[in-house]
């Protein structure tokens, strides 16, 4: 047994208590859908998991007139600081549910356990409380007195980080005040429903939140309906720009959080072990399924032979398989669709002259697998240099000076993120100034954090996520003249109030876990 | 022995020059009285292409110069603009038939708008901007940048307020602009680049089309070098087509506003073109 090889550490699946098929989440009930429900699999192992229930048309008219009347007759009319302890209600709840929630994760979406498990959950449960507290604080949200919520809020998210951007839509939306149908990926919906489960165990109000499953028409009624005050999408470019399209001359706001093609700068002052490990991280967090990764290696030719054989070297260690594993480094690739775009560009970057280096590891038989890949010799014309790939495949560019180094970096159409190695001060800060993208990295690459503003220039999208900022995306300012006064602002809620004895949310929430495991189809406890 | 006036030309503003239409066509802008004023340029495709490239060309300049710096220059405008009062006066006069008080008004608003959009330029990234505390050991900021280049559709029922309410703000965070006139009362913006190519501005930072806005803002909207689009005073196009096109490149859209009110003094008039950049650096003794 060599120093690599690990005996099999797997994370239990005991703690998961799935269903074997899952309907919709309207008016905060479990209700049957009436498309033609569809399978998902473990993109591991192509095991089947579950049944998911299929939204039409007519279950998205649904979810959003309970999302309306929600909206109207509780949400909105509720008290800040009640929404926000609904939120920290959640955020505890998912605190609690968290090793659970990252199985499913896994299992769903095939990402590694260690990273849904220290990333991807404990960041849902950060984001709820972060947004929690903002619930009675939107007065200093930066958009003057009494800010307005916006309504009904539609949101569609992707399948790279499922119940992560499930956190990041919907907390600043429910802290501002809006009500929400957000639709996970069709490829990830798990998670999603585990968390429909978890607002139950909070007694959120039915209808604030609905979660509707399906493929991309169901998307596509949602962003389209008319009952719809606000759009909120992260996804493709392509699909991006169709939803663009489909709002315009409509009242709806709108924010994209689209593709990007990354450049990570490495300087030869740079510190080289970290450097190579953020390089590792930008690529090959999540199997390079993210819209921010650092997907063109910018590196001083000086050093580049040297970072490409050290990175080589750290490749080789990397462990792919089993996403339950805790030793698992790289994950399943999410779908075969997503497999095949990424094999069909890797050809096209060896047709087009770049040499291709993958790390030697073990596919297993089933499910969807890509070895960790270096491109080198690759043109800035390339078609690996300028598409977005979503897969653990690394294009190595070179540059001479810090010019060269920026202007490469942004002769790309997108602009969501950078990331800049060296090792002196000021010619970060230079370099970050001109670099066009909405977050950059310095020494570090990937981080997230809930009061950290995430969004792109250009065509990456419009609008951020994360922070003051993200909270901005949900809310309106107050015509001059019609502010409210600070006083009924600030008075007790003229809704339903929450329970706010020390034991009644407590004996709620056990009654509530009760039914949720006998009788899934009712949740709330009013 | 009454003196024969010199009538004067108006033409484009770009790049910081003052060209015909390279179509060679004009059109002609009448008083609120139906008499005569004069020829104003009708812009062309390539007129409004020529106008991107020059805005392309301006804006790493200005937005790379010190805020202090942009709002220096701002508000050399609103001092140029004051000098010439009383230009400004006559030609609302005669163009939309008002009053010499309410010409006046309009005119007083206009300087006192740039001063207001000036004063701004070196604070609007602190209230724009914040400091994020995120969990860990890095240090986090959040600042706005501008988008880059601005296409503006300017209010069309006003000669110099709408117009000035338009592309100031935009100028602030360090766009570059290429704004459409108003179709019928074009001659108080060509006045204003007068201004503008006296106060410091860099070249190519505004640059000024006239002719009719149906036709040349189609090209702003598709043209791939445009990062915004301002439909303020669009609400008589088909605006709606207008952001559709803008999407394809994923344009930022203001959509068209009416009334008096269009265009008002608002932060959020800068912020609408401006892009939140958020920095992480590591924090280390090492």
Not at chain 1, 109 to 116: A, F, Q
Not at chain 2, 260 to 274: E, N, V, W
Request: hydrophobic share 45%; proline share 6%; charged share 20%.
């Amino acid at each position: 047994m060599s120093f690599l090889e690990y005996a099999p550490a797997p994370e239990s699946r005991a703690i998961l208590s799935l269903r074997g098929d899952y309907g919709l989440f309207i008016d905060g009930e479990f209700v049957d859908g009436r498309g033609t429900p569809f399978q998902t699999i473990s993109p591991a192992s192509e095991e089947k998991i579950a049944m998911i229930g299929n939204a039409n048309a007519a279950d998205v008219d649904d979810a959003v007139a309970a999302a309306r009347r929600a909206y109207d007759r509780t949400w909105s009319k509720m008290s800040g600081r009640d929404r926000g302890k609904y939120l920290f209600r959640i955020a505890r709840l998912v605190q609690e549910r968290s090793r659970e929630l990252a199985v499913a994760e896994s299992l769903d979406n095939g990402k590694p356990i260690k990273e849904s498990r220290d990333v991807d959950v404990p960041l849902v449960a950060a984001w709820f409380f972060y947004y929690a507290g903002w619930a009675d604080k939107l007065d200093h949200a930066g958009l003057g007195a009494d800010p307005r919520s916006l309504g009904v809020a539609a949101q569609v998210i992707p399948w790279n980080f499922p119940l992560l951007m499930l956190a990041w839509k919907i907390a600043p939306a429910l802290a501002a005040g809006n009500t929400v149908v957000l639709k996970p990926a069709e490829t990830t919906p798990l998670s999603a429903l585990i968390f429909a489960e978890i607002l139950q165990q909070a007694d959120l109000p039915p209808g604030v939140v609905n979660i509707i499953t399906g493929a991309g028409d169901t998307g596509a009624a949602l962003v389209s309906h008319e009952g719809v005050d606000k759009v909120a999408f992260t996804g493709s470019t392509a699909v991006g720009r169709a939803i663009a399209k489909q709002i315009a001359g409509t009242d709806k706001k709108v924010t994209l959080e689209l593709g990007g093609k990354a450049a990570n700068i490495v300087f030869d002052d740079a510190p080289i072990d970290q450097a190579i490990e953020g390089i590792v991280n930008g690529i090959f967090f999540n199997q390079g399924h993210v819209c921010c990764a650092g997907s063109r290696l910018l590196v001083q030719e000086n050093i580049h032979d040297e970072v490409v054989e050290r990175l080589k070297l750290r490749l080789s260690t990397l462990r792919l398989g089993d996403p339950l594993d805790k030793n698992t480094d790289i994950g399943a690739i999410n779908s075969k669709e997503q497999l095949e775009r990424i094999r069909e560009l890797s050809d096209v970057g060896v047709a087009e002259g770049a040499e291709r280096w993958s790390a030697p590891c073990v596919i297993p038989e089933n499910g969807f697998w890509y070895a960790p890949t270096i491109f080198t010799n690759v043109q800035t014309s390339s078609r690996i240099a300028r598409e977005e790939i979503f897969g653990p495949v690394l294009s190595v560019l070179t540059f001479r000076t810090p010019a060269e180094a920026i202007a490469k970096a942004n002769n790309t159409p997108y602009g969501l993120s950078a990331g800049i190695w060296t090792d002196k001060g000021s010619r970060i800060l230079a370099v970050a100034d001109q670099l066009r993208a909405g977050v950059i990295w310095a020494n570090t690459f990937n981080r997230f954090d809930p009061s950290s503003p995430f969004g792109g220039y250009k065509e990456s999208g419009y609008g951020r996520e994360g922070g003051r900022h993200g909270l901005a995306a949900y809310l309106a300012p107050t015509p001059i003249g019609q502010a409210a006064s600070r006083q009924r602002v600030a008075a007790p809620a003229t809704a339903k109030p929450i329970e706010t004895a020390d034991a009644a949310p407590k004996r709620s929430r056990r009654s509530a876990q009760r039914r949720s495991a006998s009788a899934p189809k009712k949740g709330t406890a009013k | 022995m009454t003196r024969l006036a010199v009538p004067k030309t108006y033409k484009l503003y770009i790049g910081g020059s003052f060209p015909r239409s390279e179509s060679g066509r004009t059109y002609e802008v009448m008083s609120a009285d139906g008499r005569f004023i004069a020829n104003a340029a009708k812009a062309s495709r390539k007129d409004a292409r020529d106008a991107i490239v020059a805005a392309r060309g301006g804006v790493t300049g200005w937005a790379g110069a010190t805020a202090y710096n942009r709002g220096q220059v701002l508000y050399r405008i609103a001092e140029v603009l004051e000098g010439r009062r009383a230009q400004f006066i006559a030609e609302i006069e005669e163009a939309e038939g008002v009053s010499r008080a309410v010409a006046a008004a309009q005119v007083d608003e206009a300087i006192d708008r740039w001063v207001w959009y000036a004063g701004w330029a070196d604070k609007f990234a602190q209230v724009a901007g914040n400091a994020n505390p995120v969990a860990g050991p890095y240090f986090n900021i959040s600042v706005p940048e501008p988008t880059g280049v601005v296409a503006i559709v300017a209010p069309q029922d006003s000669s110099l307020l709408g117009f000035v309410s338009a592309i100031a703000p935009a100028l602030v965070a360090g766009n570059s602009v290429v704004v459409v006139a108003s179709e019928r009362f074009p001659l108080s913006a060509i006045s204003l680049a007068e201004v503008l190519a006296t106060s410091d501005v860099p070249k190519g930072v505004v640059n000024v089309l006239t002719g009719s806005p149906a036709e040349i803002a189609p090209w702003l909207a598709s043209h791939a070098d445009v990062n915004a689009i301002d439909l303020v005073g669009a609400g008589e196009l088909d605006w709606i087509s207008l952001e559709i096109d803008a999407a394809d490149t994923l344009k930022r859209v203001l959509r068209p506003e009416s009334g008096p009110d269009a265009a008002a003094p608002a932060l959020g008039r800068i912020s609408a073109f401006t892009e939140t950049k958020t920095v992480w650096h590591t924090k280390s003794l090492r």
